[in-house]
Every structure is written in C-alpha cells, then in structure tokens.
C-alpha cells in the first residue's frame, strides 16, 4: 500500500521518496513506512533529511510529528514548484 526510499551511508541519510496509495491514505501507512526508515538509519546514530513540497500538509505534519523539522533550506522541484528542507538528528 505504500513505498519509502532512502539512500546514504555513514550517518547522513537521505529520504527521497515516500508515496502511500489513495486507498490507505489516512490509516497510519505513512507512519509505518517512516518508522522502518527511522529504524534503519537510527542503528548508528547520524541524520536524515528530505524535502517537502510547499503546501503539501500532510507531508509536513507526518515529518513534524516525528520529530523533523525545517532548515531554512529552500529549492524548487520540476523547475517551479517551491519545496523546503527538513531534518531529523538520530
């Protein structure tokens, strides 16, 4: 119902994919797919980041209520479309 990648090594770890199907939106998959990357990346202590599409609520809530937060790094995605950078020290 749902699919997560991750790329890194050495304590500095990158999610740049999360994507729940429609159906199961809303029914904790989310939380589950962030948990086993927070499982996996925190077995040496380190840093994930990731980038979050302005506007894009549910993103931005799922992360904060795990405990990431924003840098204050901003870019865009697809040329236009504004995305912001957060962080969550294992």
């Known amino acids: 119902m749902g699919t997560v990648g991750i790329t890194g090594d050495d304590g500095e ?13 809303g029914t904790g998959v989310a ?3 962030l948990h086993a ?10 840093r994930i980041r ?4 302005e ?5 931005e809530r799922l992360y904060l209520r795990h405990g ?3 840098t204050g790094v901003c870019g865009t995605v ?3 479309r504004p995305e912001f950078e957060m962080v969550l020290d294992l």
């Open 50 to 53: 990731l980038e979050v599409t």
């Open 78 to 80: 697809g040329g236009d």
């Open 68 to 70: 990431f937060r924003r």
């Open 13 to 25: 770890f990158h999610l740049i994919s999360m994507w729940v199907a429609p159906e199961a939106r």
């Open 37 to 46: 990357v927070l499982e996996h990346a925190g077995v040496g202590g380190g």
């Open 55 to 59: 506007g894009n609520i549910a993103a």
């Open 31 to 33: 939380d589950l797919l």
